[in-house]
């Protein structure tokens, strides 16, 4: 099997297991457990949107390889849903996610760029597209058919330096730009809606030029329709507005705004782990 | 300095297909060569700051040097975390170029001036910061420079016409230059503020004071080796520059004074305390913060005689 077909034929497969949502939420229970740190439900969140990504969207032949897709995670406190994903492709062994969060490893809450696979180091929240945003137009002038991906949270549109990136994006047709936005309504003192309303998300994309599309988050195979729809060539950059369930895949973390930081008891672990099924 | 930046700019860009360029909305009379030659290295991203050093970050990562330009404020302070996550973090040779440092948008205000830009900056580990002192240095400069690995800021004026007596262009990076020799005092000076600076040795000379004066325009690495060279045959060196009397040369030079534990006081020519909203030419803004010929003259002077020398800041105005 070629790498084209590995990465575009289906969710990827390798030494690890499949590259699905389940698998991924498996390993974020697992280690985040293990670590003892939160940001659970946020990575739970974006778990089908990565696999959809990185099992059957995005071409990345190995890590650092010059011509392929880049990939922004612009929410980087979700770093552990990216970790599994680069585990389920094979990049990091086992060995090395089990040192996620533990004294020297490059596996931090957020994604370090030191990490082969991280193309961008991120955490600042507002700074992912803008960096998205330089690579698509260095791909444009460089004559490749690189795509980029950055994946934001909802509430990092507050930042407005999220929208000085969407202007540029949309002023210079980029549309070999692919923002999704993990649409989950909650930030971490509080629902969006709450905080800072942003309803109306599409047709405010649509007015700023962008090609919007609304989907559920957690249905990997319409995400990837979607994408693999997109015409990265001409016209306007992309914007998927994946609906999410906050924490998804264990209940009593779903729409919890306290699982924003909270680690697991280990009442919570017996839970959860029981919900999502043993990591493999 | 923008001027042969613009130029030098545009000749390297003829050598080299890396070489991008991207304004955020300024630059107008002065960008236009590079921007006619090259319209496919050329952007202006409107007044966007934070978004041009992350898209510069983006560019860099993709084999591009891309160059970002605007006033020394917009370019330094309003991006600073995009510069520190961006270029600096990720080792992307971003090149920020800020324009007018110290006070020389004078008549515009408080929020054109660049007082800090050099302080902030040289806390960050990893990007070379330079501050040519005149127009044929910026192009010897930016020449010698452009290609290195990581990021760089470069602190220029505006000024394309006065050339600092003595400097004639000469610049390495990580030493400082004498431009004038002399036993009794030293003179230390950074960026545009270089040519008062002469101006007051000359100044001294009259008075019978030999002093020596010293440019340093790489800040990061600094010239660590030649200013201990130097500082250490005096017992007083005047740091003059238009910025902030925290963090820039003056700083620089008391860190090498008690890193090598030399026996040198440091008196600082600097702004010491925020402009109170009067503005004026620049000539006008150095007399009212301490930093004309005459207050640099009258510091060294001071200094010679043993006394501390006082901040001529805000006195001409009858403030404090």
Request: hydrophobic share 40%.
């Amino acid at each position: 099997m070629n790498t084209s077909s590995i990465l575009e034929a289906g969710a990827a497969v390798s030494a690890q297991g499949a590259l699905t949502g389940a698998s991924i939420r498996r390993i974020i229970i697992e280690q985040s457990r293990r670590a003892g740190v939160g940001h659970i439900g946020s990575a739970l969140s974006v778990a089908d949107i990565v696999s959809a990504l990185f099992g059957q969207v995005i071409k990345v032949p190995s890590p650092g390889h010059r011509e392929r897709d880049r990939f922004i995670l612009s929410k980087g406190h979700a770093a552990l849903a990216l970790y599994a994903a680069f585990h389920l492709r094979g990049w990091i062994s086992q060995d090395e996610i089990d040192t996620f969060c533990a004294d020297g490893s490059h596996l931090g809450v957020h994604p370090e760029h030191a990490l082969p696979g991280v193309d961008f180091s991120t955490g600042s929240l507002g700074q992912g597209l803008s960096f998205g945003a330089g690579a698509a137009l260095a791909a444009r002038r460089q004559r490749s058919s690189r795509r980029v991906f950055v994946l934001l949270s909802d509430a990092e549109l507050n930042e407005g330096s999220v929208w000085e990136a969407v202007m540029f994006a949309a002023h210079h047709k980029l549309a070999n730009l692919i923002a999704i936005i993990d649409w989950n309504g909650q930030q971490a003192f509080g629902y969006t809606r709450d905080v800072i309303d942003q309803s109306r998300i599409t047709e405010r994309f649509t007015s700023f030029g962008w090609d919007a599309h609304n989907v559920d988050g957690h249905n990997v195979s319409k995400m990837v329709g979607l994408m693999r729809g997109f015409n990265t060539t001409d016209g306007a950059p992309h914007v998927l507005i994946a609906h999410t369930t906050f924490g998804k895949g264990v209940s009593f973390m779903e729409r919890q705004i306290k699982w924003h930081y909270s680690p697991l008891s280990d009442q919570d672990y017996a839970q959860a782990s029981q919900e999502v099924g043993k990591a493999p | 300095m923008r001027g042969a930046f613009a130029r030098t700019l545009t000749e390297l860009a003829e050598q080299d297909p890396r070489v991008f360029l991207l304004t955020g909305d300024l630059g107008y009379m002065a960008l236009e060569p590079f921007a006619e030659r090259f319209p496919e290295r050329f952007i202006n991203v409107g007044v966007a700051e934070q978004n041009m050093v992350g898209i510069a970050t983006g560019l860099a990562e993709a084999g591009y040097v891309p160059f970002v330009y605007s006033i020394v404020t917009f370019a330094t302070l309003r991006p600073y975390e995009f510069i520190r996550n961006g270029p600096i973090l990720h080792r992307l040779p971003v090149r920020i170029v800020g324009v007018g440092g110290g006070v020389e948008y004078g008549h515009n205000g408080m929020s054109h001036y660049g007082l800090e830009d050099v302080g902030v900056l040289r806390v960050q580990p990893g990007i070379t910061i330079i501050a040519p002192a005149d127009h044929e240095q910026t192009k010897t400069a930016l020449l010698s420079t452009w290609n290195l690995p990581g990021p760089i800021y470069y602190r220029l004026g505006k000024d394309d016409k006065t050339v600092v007596p003595g400097l004639e262009g000469r610049f390495s990076l990580g030493r400082a230059e004498v431009v004038k020799q002399g036993g009794d005092i030293l003179l230390i000076t950074m960026g545009g503020i270089a040519t008062e600076t002469v101006a007051a040795a000359a100044e001294l000379e009259k008075q019978g004071v030999c002093a020596c004066v010293l440019i340093v325009s790489t800040l990061n690495p600094p010239p660590e080796d030649d200013l201990a060279f130097h500082l250490g045959k005096f017992t007083a060196a005047v740091a003059v520059e238009a910025h902030y009397a925290v963090g820039g040369l003056g700083s620089l030079l008391c860190e090498v004074v008690a890193g090598r534990n030399l026996n040198c006081r440091v008196i600082r020519c600097a702004v010491k305390d925020m402009p109170d909203g009067r503005t004026g030419s620049q000539a006008y803004m150095y007399s009212t913060l301490g930093l004309s010929r005459q207050a640099i003259v009258e510091a060294a002077s001071s200094s010679l005689r043993g006394v501390q020398a006082v901040p001529v800041n805000k006195g001409a105005l009858g403030v404090r």
